[in-house]
């Protein structure tokens, strides 16, 4: 897993392209609706995935106690899980962030790949999922 100081570079890259408005020097994995996946320069096995500011120091430690708690009984319930770690910093104005580390995957492995490259094999993946999570979570 990469270290504080590895974590740290990354935000502070995500602080200087939003100053700058221009991501064009971030190593950008992926964006989704909420997140950047960003890879680390220091250690580039690993994704990082960039969640909004959160209101409170305590607010960041819930939310990353929740996402773990959640992803230990998936675990637990015989769902096979890609290695995550939730990690909380300081961003350049002091505001709690959340990062979600995982090892950065193929990508010809990810649902989105496959989708642009056969929609009707990306189908069957998507449900085999949540075939699968349904399967284990309960109320």
């Given at each position: 897993?990469?270290?504080?100081?590895?974590?740290?570079?990354?935000?502070?890259?995500?602080?200087?392209?939003?100053?700058?408005?221009?991501?064009?020097?971030?190593?950008?994995?992926?964006?989704?609706?909420?997140?950047?996946?960003?890879?680390?320069?220091?250690?580039?096995?690993?994704?990082?995935?960039?969640?909004?500011?959160?209101?409170?120091?305590?607010?960041?430690?819930?939310?990353?106690?929740?996402?773990?708690?959640?992803?230990?009984?998936?675990?637990?319930?015989?769902?096979?899980?890609?290695?995550?770690d939730v990690r909380?910093?300081?961003?350049?104005?002091?505001?709690?962030?959340?990062?979600?580390?995982?090892?950065?995957?193929?990508?010809?492995?990810?649902?989105?790949e496959i989708a642009?490259?056969?929609?009707?094999?990306?189908?069957?993946?998507i449900g085999d999922?949540?075939?699968?999570?349904?399967?284990?979570?309960?109320?």
């Amino acid at each position: 897993m990469i270290g504080e100081d590895d974590l740290a570079a990354v935000e502070r890259g995500v602080h200087q392209a939003l100053l700058a408005g221009d991501v064009s020097r971030l190593p950008l994995l992926g964006e989704g609706d909420i997140s950047l996946v960003i890879r680390s320069d220091s250690d580039p096995a690993w994704a990082c995935k960039r969640l909004p500011p959160f209101p409170s120091a305590e607010a960041a430690d819930r939310y990353a106690a929740t996402v773990l708690r959640y992803l230990t009984e998936l675990a637990r319930r015989g769902i096979e899980l890609v290695e995550t770690d939730v990690r909380r910093v300081a961003g350049a104005d002091g505001a709690p962030l959340v990062y979600c580390v995982q090892p950065v995957l193929q990508p010809e492995t990810l649902a989105v790949e496959i989708a642009r490259r056969d929609p009707a094999g990306a189908a069957a993946v998507i449900g085999d999922v949540v075939d699968a999570v349904l399967a284990v979570v309960d109320a």
